[in-house]
Every structure is written in structure tokens, then in C-alpha cells.
């Protein structure tokens, strides 16, 4: 199949931001009073959005999810992107690839918030591929694993979304890019368990993010 138009999830495609999230959402729970290792926050935080486990939240800490708190968590957050945040090695040409093979047609279509994205999307040197096709989960009347944040991006690409490639990471994107109507290839790289990605609906994976390039014919 030639599609038409390449969709990016962010989190985990382009950027290698969830450990340095992860990292700080860890330390705030644990001052809250959730103590937990990383890898325990990253296979329950991973892929969703912090405020769609504001009652597991609450149940752990004791303490209503506030404003105030979570205020702080994107404050801590930014800055450690800021400081750390490097692009997933082979995006820059996974995604020139994808812009050539569909005459520029490609968007990023995250579940996190616009500010967040457009800024990784800048520090890496991404955000000029993308132009005004950002998109973002919190903009939307539902974020993922609702298809929203991709018939989005494909109406303001003017391409069906069954002409559309989905490039996700998660579970939870991975469905987002199937209930969309596209068609969804995962990035699982080296020690990543590939089986929950396929059983959730993505019809290839890959490896190497570079390899996407070789996968459009480019």
C-alpha cells in the first residue's frame, strides 16, 4: 500500500522524553507519598496522560489531584526536557523520508499538551518538517486511545485516514491509530516486547526509526 500521509506520535517516536518524564512524575508521587521504582511508573504512566489516573492517584497519595500539583509536574517537567531531551535516534530521517514519500503530508498527533510537544519538536530540530500539522490530545474533545487526535490531523491533511500511517510506540496509541481507520506500524526498539503492539492492532514493527525510511521506499 502507498499511503498518502504519515501521522507521528511524539513521546517515545521522535523524542526520547518518557524516561525524563517518568523520572520526574516519580520523584513528585513519591513525595506525595507513592514511592515506586521508575520502571513501575513508566509501565503504568507510559502512553496516558497523568490526569487520566487522577483516582489511582489519589487512591495511592491520599490527596486530591490538584491544580497546584500538577502546575509543578509541567513546570519540573519542561525544565528537565529542556536540559536533556534528545531526539530518538533515526527520527530526523525516519521523517524526511516520510516527508518525500508523501509530498510533505505528514503531521505529529500526540496525546500530550501542545506546549510540550512543539517545544521537543523544536529543541530536536524536527519542528520545521511539521509546519502548522501539530497536533494535540488535550485540544480535542477525547485524547488517545480515542481515535480524535488522528481524524484530526488526516481532515487537516485532506487525506482519508485509511490512506494514513500511523507511527506509534504504545498500547494506547496504537489503538488510537486503529480506531481512526488507519493503518498502525509500532516502533519497539531492542528489548521491548513487540506482542502487546501487535495483539493491540499495529500491523508492523520496527526496530530501528531509521528503518521507516527503507519501509516507504525511501
Request: charged share 10%.
Given at each position: 500500500?502507498?499511503?498518502?500521509?504519515?501521522l507521528f506520535d511524539?513521546?517515545?517516536?521522535?523524542?526520547?522524553?518518557?524516561?525524563?518524564t517518568m523520572?520526574?512524575?516519580?520523584?513528585?508521587?513519591?513525595?506525595?507519598?507513592w514511592d515506586m521504582p521508575l520502571a513501575e511508573c513508566m509501565a503504568e504512566f507510559v502512553g496516558v496522560t497523568v490526569r487520566s489516573k487522577a483516582?489511582?492517584?489519589e487512591a495511592r497519595t491520599g490527596r486530591p489531584l490538584a491544580g497546584a500539583w500538577m502546575a509543578e509536574f509541567y513546570d519540573r517537567r519542561n525544565a528537565a526536557l529542556q536540559a536533556d531531551l534528545k531526539a530518538i535516534a533515526g527520527a530526523d530521517v525516519a521523517v524526511q523520508a516520510a516527508h518525500s514519500a508523501t509530498g510533505g503530508r505528514i503531521a505529529c498527533a500526540s496525546g500530550a499538551d501542545r506546549f510540550k510537544v512543539e517545544m521537543q519538536?523544536?529543541?530536536?530540530?524536527?519542528?520545521?518538517?511539521?509546519?502548522?500539522?501539530v497536533f494535540s490530545g488535550h485540544e480535542l474533545p477525547r485524547t488517545k486511545p480515542a481515535p480524535d487526535v488522528y481524524l484530526?490531523?488526516?481532515?487537516h491533511l485532506g487525506v482519508s485516514p485509511a490512506r494514513c500511517l500511523v507511527v506509534e510506540d504504545t498500547p494506547t496509541g496504537i489503538q488510537a491509530g486503529v480506531a481512526a481507520g488507519?493503518?498502525?506500524?509500532?516502533?519497539?526498539?531492542?528489548?521491548?516486547?513487540?506482542?502487546?503492539?501487535?495483539?493491540t492492532g499495529a500491523q508492523r514493527?520496527?526496530?530501528?526509526?531509521?528503518d521507516l525510511a527503507t519501509l516507504l521506499g525511501h
Open positions: 500500500m502507498t499511503f498518502e500521509a504519515v511524539c513521546d517515545g517516536v521522535l523524542v526520547d522524553s518518557e524516561p525524563i523520572a520526574v512524575l516519580r520523584d513528585m508521587l513519591a513525595q506525595a507519598g483516582a489511582l492517584i519538536l523544536a529543541q530536536v530540530g524536527l519542528a520545521r518538517w511539521f509546519g502548522g500539522a484530526a490531523a488526516a481532515a488507519a493503518t498502525v506500524w509500532a516502533y519497539a526498539p531492542p528489548g521491548v516486547d513487540a506482542a502487546p503492539l501487535l495483539a514493527v520496527f526496530a530501528h526509526m531509521a
